[in-house]
């Protein structure tokens, strides 16, 4: 079966810092790997999706980036931390979205981000 | 822009029925989903439905009409673990099987 791992669970960062957060599928191929935040009492907004090793699609302009150094392995990253990154992260995997069926997206257990 | 609009706040009894519905504008469309979220954890899948009608899962069903732009998930037999937010989100014609969220629905069971 497949699983997706996040971490930290949890982070407390200085404005200014910078940030790095890392998510992994196991026990699937090829999968469409994606990034969203949730900020209080707010829906999720997609930050980016990929769908392959190094192909990364943003769809907000932001501080932050993304990247994909390997099939299963998703990494969001900013240089310099805003307050306004403050959120709950959610990584999520699917697969292609080509098939008959849903290739709903399962998502990590998060990551709550707290900038000070 | 993509527009999904479903209501902020729902409660209702223990052992009850409740209907929860989403309204959508989208610029294409290619399924739509309905997430469970618990305070604090990850949203967990429910249901998709891409063509018009009713899909059962259980207590759990999901009704689609595509020329409306409606959508609604009706939860049977409530219990308190179901007090959670219910997201409706749209899958969009394109590449890269995007989904884009409703703000989601919080639901209070209540005995």
């Known amino acids: 079966s497949q699983t997706i791992h996040q971490w930290p669970a949890t982070l407390v960062q200085p404005v200014g810092s910078p940030l790095s957060l890392e998510c992994t599928v196991e026990?699937?191929?090829?999968?469409?790997l994606y990034w969203y935040r949730q900020a209080a009492g707010r829906g999720l907004q997609l930050l980016f999706y990929?769908?392959?090793?190094?192909?990364i699609s943003s769809e907000v302009p932001q501080n932050l980036s993304a990247s994909r150094p390997q099939d299963r392995q998703f990494i969001l990253s900013s240089k310099k931390l805003l307050l306004s990154d403050s959120g709950f992260y959610l990584c999520?995997?699917?697969?292609?979205?080509?098939?008959?069926?849903?290739?709903?997206?399962?998502f990590g257990p998060g990551t709550r981000l707290t900038v000070l | 822009g993509q527009n999904i609009d479903q209501p902020t706040e729902m409660t209702a009894t223990e052992g009850a029925i409740v209907q929860i519905n989403c309204t959508y504008q989208?610029?294409?469309?290619?399924?739509l989903f309905w997430y469970q979220q618990h305070a604090g954890e990850a949203p967990t899948f429910l249901s998709y439905?891409?063509?018009?009608g009713l899909e059962e899962k259980g207590r759990f069903s999901s009704f689609l009409s595509r020329s409306k732009g409606y959508s609604y998930l009706l939860l049977k037999e409530l219990q308190m673990k179901d007090s959670a937010s219910y997201l409706c989100?749209?899958?969009?014609?394109?590449?890269?099987?995007?989904?884009?969220f409703g703000t989601g629905t919080q639901l209070k069971v209540e005995l």
């Open positions: 999520a995997w699917s697969d292609w979205g080509g098939s008959a069926d849903g290739d709903e997206q399962f």
């Open positions: 026990g699937t191929s090829n999968p469409n």
């Open positions: 990929s769908v392959g090793i190094g192909q």
């Open positions: 989208t610029s294409g469309f290619n399924g």
């Open positions: 439905n891409v063509l018009d």
């Open positions: 989100a749209v899958r969009l014609t394109g590449g890269g099987n995007k989904l884009t």
